[in-house]
């Protein structure tokens, strides 16, 4: 199955990533933590492990991994106003979304009696904030579990595998890999797919903008995907080396 080449309108290949960097150990205090950078898009994402789990999960023997999304104000150029007491309809789905994602590859057994907050922060949005913080909160979760075994808190295996996510698309009739802001805005396809190391699909987010699109033109998205999320995984392996 081919895929275009096209270049785009900041130079990359229509089947290539953003300049991806990940800098671990980027909060001092936290379990773990990172920051991701994927083109224009900047998250921190944080891992902290507290004793107990939610009411509804005690006496199970199990843990619990959840999550919490949010932008700064100036993330996105023009300010964008703090959460009240409540987020915002679209922070409260993406933090759902990242906590799915995370909980997938986690032995809830191996975690008994703990839970695991993840805080992705947007500080710099062009772009792919949900599927960068999904790839940024692994790196997290990963590290305060390494740290969490080390120290004896935890036994050894409680990830099953690793995952990354990535934004695919069709602009102007093209398919495309890891929109940045423009592109998705004026996309007529968008879909958000969270992938295993095994390659295996979490989760699958996608709807046409505008024309609907074909099976053909779904299994290059998901070829796109796929593609993208291979390099990820290897970045993210590389980051938890250092």
Known sequence: MSIKSNKRMDGRRTNELRPVKITT????????????????????????????????????????????????????????RRPGVKNDGRSVEIQRLIGRVMRSVVRFEKLAGTTIYIDCDVIEADGGTRTASITGAYVALALAIKRGEKDGRFPRGVLSGSI???????????????????????????????MTNGGKYVELQGASEAEPFTKEQLEKLLSLAQRGIKQLLREQSKALKT
């Open 25 to 80: 150990g980027f909060v001092r205090t936290a379990d773990g933590s990172c920051l991701i950078e994927m083109g224009g898009t900047r998250v921190i994402c944080t891992a902290t492990v507290e004793s107990g789990v939610p009411k509804w999960r005690e006496n199970s023997g199990l843990g619990w991994v959840t999550a919490e999304y949010g932008m700064l104000p100036a993330s996105t150029g023009q300010r964008k």
């Open 164 to 194: 990354a996510a990535t934004s695919v698309g069709i602009v102007g009739g093209v398919e495309m890999l890891d929109l940045c802001y423009v592109e998705d805005a004026t996309a007529d396809v968008d879909m958000n797919i969270a």
